[in-house]
């Protein structure tokens, strides 16, 4: 698979999360991936992304019944001087020319807590691939 390509990232808030984002990262490739491509794609995006974190780790791929690929991963997140364990939701998918990874990212305390406002976030996404990427 070539280079990315055109890129638009979005990042959005978590309502009811202190510091815990939804993100997507939005490419054009032409060529159709399978979904083996999709999966390495997704898992070399996390390593790059998160892997050098404490403690960084990724289940196994998922496959959904919607097309897209699941990986849930986690680590520590030392930044504000106190451990904090991260869980993390990434789905990538293809639809026409454009790649998505969607990502949630939140508090391993607060998951349960805000498992209604993540799910409802990963339920509305929608790529509409006739639109151009900016």
Same mark, same amino acid.
């Given at each position: 698979m070539?280079?990315?390509g055109l890129?638009? /990232?979005?990042?959005?808030a978590?309502?009811g999360?202190?510091g815990?984002p939804?993100?997507v990262?939005?490419?054009q490739?032409?060529?159709?991936q399978?979904?083996e491509?999709?999966?390495?794609?997704l898992q070399?995006?996390?390593k790059k992304?998160?892997?050098?974190?404490?403690d960084?780790?990724?289940?196994?791929?998922?496959?959904?019944s919607d097309?897209? /690929?699941l990986?849930?991963?986690?680590?520590?997140?030392k930044?504000?001087?106190v451990?904090?364990?991260?869980?993390?939701?990434s789905? /990538?998918?293809?639809?026409?020319?454009? /790649?998505?990874?969607?990502?949630?990212l939140?508090?391993?305390?607060?998951f349960?807590?805000?498992?209604?406002?993540?799910n409802?976030?990963?339920?509305?996404?929608?790529?509409?691939?006739?639109?151009a990427?900016?």
């Amino acid at each position: 698979m070539g280079g990315w390509g055109l890129r638009l /990232v979005l990042f959005a808030a978590i309502q009811g999360a202190t510091g815990s984002p939804a993100a997507v990262d939005l490419f054009q490739q032409a060529e159709q991936q399978s979904e083996e491509q999709l999966t390495t794609l997704l898992q070399n995006f996390l390593k790059k992304s998160f892997g050098t974190n404490q403690d960084f780790s990724m289940d196994d791929p998922k496959p959904q019944s919607d097309g897209s /690929v699941l990986i849930v991963w986690s680590y520590t997140d030392k930044s504000q001087g106190v451990d904090v364990d991260m869980t993390g939701n990434s789905f /990538v998918e293809q639809h026409g020319d454009k /790649v998505s990874i969607l990502t949630t990212l939140v508090p391993h305390e607060q998951f349960d807590k805000l498992l209604e406002s993540t799910n409802s976030i990963i339920r509305s996404y929608k790529i509409d691939d006739s639109s151009a990427l900016p």
